[in-house]
Nanobody
Framework: QVQLVESGGGLVQPGGSLTLSCAAS????????LSWFRQAPGKQRQLVAS???????NYADSVKGRFTISRDNAKNTVSLRMNSLKPEDTAVYYC?????????WGQGAQVTVSS
């Protein structure tokens, strides 16, 4: 069984930066695909960024050039560095781990971008 715990959310002003981290317990982390999703109030959950087991990354157009996803297989963590934050980035951010046909989700971390 895999458990994911996010941290690092909070309130930040427009133009600011924030880093989210997701720590995984259990086995299989190094061979899993990892992603960050977000869900704003009244909207569907959407993919923000993903990273494969060999480090290939993919980003939503809305965050390209501003967000960076990274993984540390030695520490079983995946991070999302968010720069130049905008009010429209406000959402609950979730990390997701996919291992074969199984997927696991964290509990979510609130990110609020407001002056």
């Amino acid at each position: 069984q895999v458990q994911l715990v996010e941290s690092g959310g909070g309130l930040v002003q427009p133009g600011g930066s924030l880093t989210l981290s997701c720590a995984a317990s259990g086995s299989g982390f190094s061979v899993s695909s990892l992603s960050w999703f977000r869900q704003a109030p009244g909207k569907q959950r959407q993919l923000v960024a993903s990273i494969t087991l060999i480090g290939i990354t993919n980003y939503a157009d809305s965050v390209k050039g501003r967000f960076t996803i990274s993984r540390d297989n030695a520490k079983n963590t995946v991070s999302l560095r968010m720069n130049s934050l905008k009010p429209e980035d406000t959402a609950v951010y979730y990390c997701r781990l996919a291992l074969g046909s199984r997927e696991y989700w964290g509990q979510g971390a609130q990110v609020t971008v407001s002056s």
